[in-house]
């Protein structure tokens, strides 16, 4: 079933690949630095009022202009975002995008997606991207 919704996604992988190609390399390193800077007691973000680095990640993650709410109904990324390692850079970039608005709407989603490791992993597939020389 998610593989039917993938094909009609709007943006493309394409797309969404193109943009973060775009994406100036202090960009990159900004969002890398962020990640490593994270202790383990930035993690333990069981609250709405992050520490610094948490809030310096959440501004760095680079994100897609897609409908997150219909990307994320049965995504199996969702609730296993190690997949990711085998996905499209694009779905990090789509799933960054579902922590980051989630947020918005429902205070402590970006802190959950940090104590758990999601945002880890959207973090390791950007980095592994870049590395490779996709940008």
Wanted: hydrophobic share 45%.
């Amino acid at each position: 079933m998610f593989d039917r919704a993938r094909e009609a996604l709007e943006p493309s992988d394409a797309q969404v690949e193109a943009w973060l190609r775009s994406l100036p390399d202090a960009t990159w390193l900004e969002l890398f630095d962020a990640a490593d800077a994270l202790t383990d007691e930035d993690r333990d973000v069981a609250r709405p009022v992050y520490p610094d680095r948490v809030r310096r990640l959440y501004r760095s993650l680079p994100g897609a202009s897609v409908d997150w709410m219909k990307w994320m109904r049965g995504n199996p990324l969702v609730s296993d975002p190690s997949m990711l390692a085998g996905a499209p850079v694009a779905d990090a970039a789509r799933l960054a995008t579902v922590y980051v608005r989630g947020e918005r709407f429902n205070d402590g989603v970006f802190g959950r997606a940090v104590q758990d490791g999601s945002v880890d992993a959207v973090v390791r597939r950007l980095r592994v991207w870049v590395r490779q020389g996709g940008c």
